[in-house]
C-alpha cells in the first residue's frame, strides 16, 4: 500500500507497518540496574534525565568525600587545591564505568 503524500499519516497506518512488528527496544537503565540486583534506593535516580542525574550525583559526591563545590563553572568540586570534574555514568552497553579527572 503506497501512501498518499497528500494524506499524511495516521496512527492506523503507522501500526501496519513492519518496522513496528519487528520493533526490539534496548533494556532500559532501570531495567538492567534491576536485573544486577539494585537496592531500590538506587533505583529511584536511575530514571532520572541526564543533567539531573549528574547535577545529583555531584550532590552526592560532594557528601561522601567532602568536596567543596567548584568556583567556575569549568570544574565541579575542588579539595587541597585540586580542581576535579565529576563525569557520572549509569552502566554502559558493555558495563565501563566513570572517569573522574584533576587539574
Avoid at 533494556?27 to 540496574?33: A, D, G, N
Avoid at 533505583?43 to 568536596?67: P, Y
Wanted: hydrophobic share 30%; with cysteine.
Amino acid at each position: 500500500m503506497e501512501l498518499e503524500l497528500t494524506k499524511g499519516v495516521d496512527t492506523d497506518r503507522i501500526n501496519c507497518l513492519n518496522t513496528i512488528f519487528n520493533l526490539n527496544l534496548p533494556k532500559s537503565q532501570y531495567e538492567r540496574y534491576k536485573e544486577h540486583g539494585a537496592s531500590p534506593v538506587i533505583l529511584t535516580f536511575i530514571g532520572m534525565e541526564s543533567r539531573s542525574f549528574g547535577t545529583f550525583m555531584e550532590r552526592v559526591a560532594r557528601e561522601i568525600f567532602c568536596l567543596q563545590k567548584g568556583k567556575l563553572s569549568s570544574y565541579d568540586h575542588q579539595r587541597h587545591g585540586f580542581r576535579i570534574e565529576q563525569k557520572s555514568s549509569r552502566y554502559w552497553t558493555d558495563n565501563k564505568w566513570v572517569e573522574i579527572s584533576t587539574y
